[in-house]
């Protein structure tokens, strides 16, 4: 996508206008989103896995539901955690996404083609756990996505939720800048092709709320005992809340 088709990232579109640049965007690069989240996070993602999955206090035998699930990298660490005799279901809206996922398919998981704010076809109360990474950021209605979230799991249940973030101190938010509005943009440029793709990403950290606001919108939408705490030096947020 060219900044004519997709406008500049000031102000980002909102509503469906916004789900079709994301959905389309993704779409475009799935075949190196798994490459360039390795290079970009340096390896630490499935370090940051394993912390959403101490925060969904999943248990072997247990179900749980990854929204936002792109190609399964947390969806196949979620099912190792589950077990054989439980099941994960990862839910996209990208079909690309989706379909680079299903080339590494487990027999504890399905991945079904759908929206996280409208969870079709998801019954209430039928996920010991939701999870969510690296997806917040991109659906403007975080009402309706933690009101999907928290009507899926079971009372006592947990919602957890792993997203990038503007640092609080100084010194990684100078280290921020450089890496997220000059080295991510010109890495996922030339690897992905796609310069709109990885130049959106700083924006739409930029845009995100903050974590703080986060909680808020949590616990309006049936969370309770939220908490969130910073990784990385502070570029990283796991918030985690758990069904009234
Ligand atoms: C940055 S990727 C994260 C993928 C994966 N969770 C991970 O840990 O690598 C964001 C994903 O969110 C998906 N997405 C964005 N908005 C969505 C929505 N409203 N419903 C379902 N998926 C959505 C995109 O298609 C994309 O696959």
Redesign the pocket.
């Known amino acids: 996508m060219n900044q004519e088709s997709g406008g500049s990232h000031g102000g980002l579109p909102s509503g469906a206008e916004r789900?079709r640049l994301?959905?389309e965007?993704?779409?475009r690069i799935?075949g190196r989103?798994?490459l360039l989240?390795k290079i970009m996070t340096a390896g630490l993602?499935r370090i940051w896995?394993r912390k959403v999955i101490r925060a969904s206090g999943l248990r072997p035998g247990d179900r749980a539901l990854?929204?936002?699930?792109?190609?399964?990298?947390?969806?196949r660490d979620l099912a190792g955690k589950v077990g054989e005799r439980g099941r994960v279901l990862?839910?996209?809206?990208?079909r690309e996404?989706?379909a680079a996922a299903k080339r590494r398919p487990a027999p504890n998981v399905e991945y079904r083609l759908?929206?996280?704010?409208?969870l079709e076809g998801v019954e209430s109360g039928s996920f010991e756990a939701a999870?969510?990474?690296?997806?917040a950021?991109?659906?403007p209605?975080l009402d309706a996505?933690f009101g999907e979230m928290a009507r899926a799991v079971v009372p006592g249940g947990r919602v957890v939720c792993?997203e990038i973030a503007r640092p609080g101190s100084r010194i990684p938010a100078l280290f921020y800048g450089m890496w997220f509005d000059r080295v991510v943009p010109w890495i996922g440029a030339r690897v992905s092709g796609d310069a709109w793709a990885y130049s959106y990403?700083p924006c739409s950290v930029k845009e995100f709320v903050a974590p703080e606001v986060l909680s808020e919108i949590m616990r309006r939408n049936g969370l309770r005992h939220v908490r969130w705490q910073r990784l990385a030096g502070g570029i990283i947020t796991l918030h985690s809340g758990t069904k009234r």
């Open positions: 789900a994301v959905r965007m993704f779409d799935a989103y798994e989240n993602n896995n990854d929204l936002a699930c792109g190609t399964g990298s947390l969806t990862g839910v996209d809206f990208s996404m989706l759908g929206d996280a704010t409208e999870t969510i990474a690296y997806g950021r991109n659906i209605d996505l792993l990403l």
